[in-house]
């Protein structure tokens, strides 16, 4: 019934490495290890059954809306040319004419994200 020990202290669970009230340790571990795993790419505690979920939608490659080619999805905003507007910045800085400003647009981002950018 009270199982109101000492819930000041608190144990570190060797599965997911956080710190659990020492009462609630055993249940915690027996539930963490069985339906917890750790991201192996990005070291996040993520529930079994969604592992693969958190891995598509988190760490899986990504293709490209605009080209259909498959990226990793960290470089997927640069090969779309959002990662480049310190660049676009400098361009504009440096006074280019509007031609050679869309040519270096269109140079820089690889592929023709200026075609549906008119909308
Ligand atoms: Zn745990
Ligand atoms: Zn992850
Ligand atoms: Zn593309």
Redesign the pocket.
């Known amino acids: 019934m009270a199982i109101a020990s000492d819930q000041a202290t608190s144990s570190i669970c060797s599965h997911c490495d956080r710190a659990i009230p020492s009462s609630n340790i055993d249940l915690h571990y027996a539930h963490c290890s069985r339906n917890l795993e750790q991201c192996k790419v990005c070291g996040d505690m993520v529930a079994r059954k969604y592992a693969e979920e958190h891995f598509l939608s988190t760490h899986a490659p990504v293709s490209?809306?605009?080209?259909?080619?498959t990226?990793e999805r960290e470089i997927?905003p640069v090969?779309?040319g959002i990662g480049k507007v310190s660049e676009f910045q400098e361009l504009k800085q440096g006074r280019m004419s509007v031609a050679e400003y869309e040519a270096k647009f269109a140079e820089l981002?690889?592929?023709?994200?200026y075609g549906g950018y008119r909308a």
């Open positions: 490209c809306s605009l080209c259909s080619e990226m997927l090969h779309k981002a690889q592929c023709s994200t």
